[in-house]
């Protein structure tokens, strides 16, 4: 008889509208909060809103970012 592995928890992935995307994108242009800070507000790694920002062509920086 072979081996039963149940696995128990909270499903990680979370489908985001781009609505959604955008608005965090814009959270992170204008409050002023660096991008770590916006990512744990909404509970997804940095790497996340940087994702977002290549494939929706949206040039955010966190302030303090060099041009």
Known sequence: MGRVEIL????RRRL?????????????QTSGSGVAEIARRHDI????IYTWR???G????SPGDQP
């Open 54 to 56: 290549k494939k929706l």
């Open 16 to 28: 985001w509208t781009d609505e959604d995307k955008l608005r965090i994108l814009g959270e992170v």
């Open 45 to 48: 790694l940095p790497q996340q």
């Open 58 to 61: 949206r040039d955010i920086r």
């Open 8 to 11: 128990t928890g909270v499903e």
